[in-house]
């Protein structure tokens, strides 16, 4: 709920009270009164009780204040009370807008997960991906959607891949070629972020296949690289991209030697 319909649901529930404060007294005073045809005719009857206009007290209270004040007097008690309430009502709200300002979400809405918002997606489990620990209860993953690990270069990230795949049903022999074409990688930029690794660097242990003439393990290997690294070529290589980071020249090369990227493929020998 926004701020402005917080606000403007703060006014009408004050002027409610007020409202219904004003209007119990005129009822109050009128039982007293012994609802006497000089009060006026009705506004309208609940069953056999007339009930009256909730402002009715007013002229009552000018006309007819000398020959029943103490009524009167305590009927404006009533009256004035719920103004007080009304008071005591909007401090109560404004003390609760104040406090929603924490979930104003002009400059985004992303936040750390309380621990009743975590049970409720079920990440206290026994079950799934290894996330993390919270309040010395481990956090784990057992869904479709994806998980994304942070880890420095050779802290284990390989074998901690290994166990999600295992723990999501995937078959052994999937393992085994998942690392297989992660080890004709891994000399190339295996020691190395990933953010600073660019999608042509792959090129050189593709070539190194391929000089051996195993250009089938070359592109299946490509295959899985492109995973993380050719998902989509930006800009700079898509069509054909090769020779340095500034420069790309606009066409594959005719020159063996020189390896390129064009639409996602690799050329040169």
């Given amino acids: 709920m926004t701020p402005t319909k917080l606000l403007v649901g703060q006014i009408l529930i004050v002027f409610a009270i ?33 009930v009256y206009r909730p402002w009715a007290i007013f002229p009552w209270w ?39 300002s924490r979930h104003v979400t002009t400059y985004g809405s992303a936040r750390w997960a309380t621990v ?57 022999a999937t393992i085994v070629k998942a690392n297989f074409f992660l080890e004709q990688l891994v000399d190339a930029i295996g020691s190395r972020p990933i953010d600073d690794i660019e999608p042509f660097e792959v090129l050189a242990p593709l070539k190194r296949l391929e000089a051996k003439g195993k250009h089938e393990t070359a592109k299946k290997t490509r295959s899985f690289a492109s995973r993380v690294f050719l998902r989509r070529a930006p800009p700079r290589l898509r069509g054909a991209a090769c020779g340095s980071r500034q ?15 064009s639409n996602g493929h690799t050329c040169g020998a």
């Avoid at 719920?82 to 929603?100: D, H, K, P, T, V």
């Avoid at 420069?247 to 990227?261: D, E, M």
């Fill in 18 to 50: 007020v409202f219904a404060g004003v209007w119990a007294s005129t009822q109050w005073c009128a039982a007293q009164l012994g609802y006497q045809a000089q009060l006026g005719p009705a506004w309208f009857m609940a069953g056999d009780t007339p």
């Fill in 62 to 100: 000018y006309h007819y204040e000398a020959y029943a004040p103490e009524i009167f007097d305590r009927a404006g008690m009533l009256a004035g009370s719920s103004g007080f309430l009304g008071c005591a009502a909007a401090i109560a709200g404004s003390l609760w807008r104040a406090r929603q």
């Fill in 116 to 172: 009743r918002e975590i049970e409720r997606n079920g990440l206290f489990g026994d079950a799934g991906i290894f996330l993390g620990r919270k309040y010395g209860r481990y956090l784990r993953h057992d869904g479709p959607e994806h998980v994304m690990a942070f880890a420095p270069t050779r802290s284990g990230k390989g074998e901690y891949i290994d166990q999600m795949m295992v723990q999501s049903g995937r078959a052994h």
């Fill in 247 to 261: 420069q790309p020249s606009a066409r594959c090369p005719r020159n063996p030697q020189q390896g390129c990227l």
